[in-house]
């Protein structure tokens, strides 16, 4: 069989689960071609048994990237498909939300489930959850590795899932989604660069999904009006000189979520 998987990833788990998953399968004799959601066009949907589509889940929706991809999708002429969420603590009904649009448009979803990952939002005015330290995020990985096999084993298997649809799940997932387009908006304000601290290195600029900083010599980091908080240049900003806020100058207490590691590095979409 094979299996082609559009992902998004901002600070690696993402990338990490789909690495993991073309593992797994492909142990079990299939193949599994990887398509990352920026830097790629429709080619996912053809030449495959099966479509897999894994995202980390913002505010119980789709990073924009994946959003833009799967509403450009065309008619699905009954070609399968799986979504896997990976969030920090809650999904919602994302899966069960892009499950209905998909199907719309005639894709067969015949399953849809979630792993945790760590957190990579730790900003002022943000304090629900901190990043976790390396013991805990070793843990979620392990326990997130185990439940991956099970996932993989059942789509295999072409059992049938869909995760999210309990009245709770429904209910704040609806009431995310209303509010991440005004919390982005008003979120992305807060993007500042510390000038003295900043190296002018580039790497934010490099890494940046929708092209939205530049570097300028006295000033450092700039940030212009398209971004979509995927905290990609403050997480991996090498000094810490991105800020949302100037209290995240407190990096001992907004620690800053580094990646999974694992050989996992941020993408960088230009040179
Ligand atoms: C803009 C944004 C919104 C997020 N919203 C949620 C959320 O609603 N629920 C949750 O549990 N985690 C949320 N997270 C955390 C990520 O989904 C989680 O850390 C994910 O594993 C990150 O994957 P990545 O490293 O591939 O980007 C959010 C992260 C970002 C950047």
Request: aromatic share 6%; glycine share 22%.
């Given at each position: 069989m094979v299996i082609n998987i559009l992902y998004f990833t901002s600070t690696g788990n993402t990338l990490w689960l789909v690495q993991q998953a073309r593992k797994i399968i492909e142990e079990k004799g299939h193949t599994v071609n990887l398509f990352e959601s920026v830097t790629t066009g429709l080619e996912f949907i053809e030449n495959c048994d099966m479509i897999g589509i894994f995202y980390p889940v913002w505010g119980s929706d789709l990073p924009d990237p994946v959003k833009d991809q799967v509403r450009r999708?065309?008619?699905?002429?009954?070609r399968k498909i799986f979504l896997i969420g990976d969030c920090a603590v809650f999904t919602g009904d994302t899966g069960v939300y892009w499950k209905k649009v998909l199907e719309r448009k005639g894709y067969d979803v015949f399953y849809v489930d979630h792993l945790t990952m760590p957190i990579n939002i730790n900003i002022p005015g943000w304090n629900l959850w901190k990043v976790p330290d390396k013991d805990k995020q070793d843990k979620i990985f392990a326990e997130a590795e185990s439940y991956l096999k099970e996932i993989c084993s059942s789509v295999l298997e072409g059992k049938r899932k869909i995760d999210g649809t309990s009245p709770f799940s429904r209910l704040f997932g609806v009431l995310q989604r209303v509010l991440l387009a005004p919390f982005t908006n008003y979120a992305k304000k807060f993007f500042m660069c510390d000038s003295e601290k900043c190296t002018r290195c580039g790497l934010c600029y490099r890494i940046c999904p929708k092209n939205n900083i530049t570097i300028d010599e006295d000033k450092g980091a700039i940030f212009g009006k398209?971004?979509?908080?995927?905290m990609k240049c403050y997480n991996f900003c090498p000094v810490n000189a991105v800020l949302v806020d100037k209290g995240s100058r407190d990096d001992k207490r907004y620690?800053?979520?580094?990646?999974?590691?694992?050989g996992i590095h941020p993408i960088e979409y230009r040179k």
């Open positions: 999708m065309q008619e699905g002429r009954g398209d971004c979509i908080i995927c620690r800053r979520y580094k990646g999974p590691g694992r």
